[in-house]
C-alpha cells in the first residue's frame, strides 16, 4: 500500500512560482509512473503533468506547457511540480496520483492511489 502526502501549496500573485512536492511511503515509486492533477470548485479532476519510472519522459496539458515542469527523486521517493507564471486559472486542489498499470497517465481514472490534494491559490 502507498500513502502519499502533497506539500507545497498556498497563496501566490499573477506571475509567481511555487513548488510542490509529493512523498511517498509505504513502498518504492521507482516502478510506478506518477502524475499531477487538479480540481477547481464546480470542475472535474483535470490532468496537468506525467512523468515515467526514470523520469525522461514527461507529458503536459496544453493549459500549462512551457510554465509547469514535473520531475521525481525516486532515491527520496518524492514527485515534484515547479509552477511559474502563475495564472489565476491554475487556482486548484492539485493532487499527486500514481500506477503501476500504465506507461502514462492522462485521466483520472489511471490512477490506482492519490494523496489528499494541497491548495494552491493565485490572486489577480
Known amino acids: 500500500q502507498v500513502q502519499l502526502v502533497e506539500s507545497g501549496g498556498g497563496l501566490v500573485q499573477t506571475g509567481g512560482s511555487l513548488r510542490l512536492s509529493c512523498t511517498a511511503s509505504g513502498r518504492t515509486l521507482r516502478r510506478d509512473v506518477m502524475a499531477w492533477f487538479r480540481q477547481a470548485p464546480g470542475m472535474k479532476r483535470e490532468f496537468v503533468a506525467t512523468i515515467s519510472m526514470t523520469g525522461t519522459t514527461s507529458y503536459y496539458a496544453d493549459s500549462v506547457k512551457g510554465r509547469f515542469t514535473i520531475s521525481r527523486d525516486n532515491a527520496n521517493n518524492t514527485v515534484y511540480l515547479q509552477m511559474n507564471s502563475l495564472k489565476p486559472e491554475d487556482t486548484a486542489v492539485y493532487y499527486c496520483?500514481?500506477?503501476?498499470?500504465?506507461?502514462?497517465?492522462?485521466?483520472?481514472?489511471?490512477?490506482?492511489?492519490w494523496g489528499h490534494g494541497t491548495q494552491v491559490t493565485v490572486s489577480s
Open positions: 496520483g500514481g500506477t503501476k498499470a500504465f506507461s502514462s497517465i492522462y485521466y483520472p481514472t489511471s490512477c490506482e492511489y
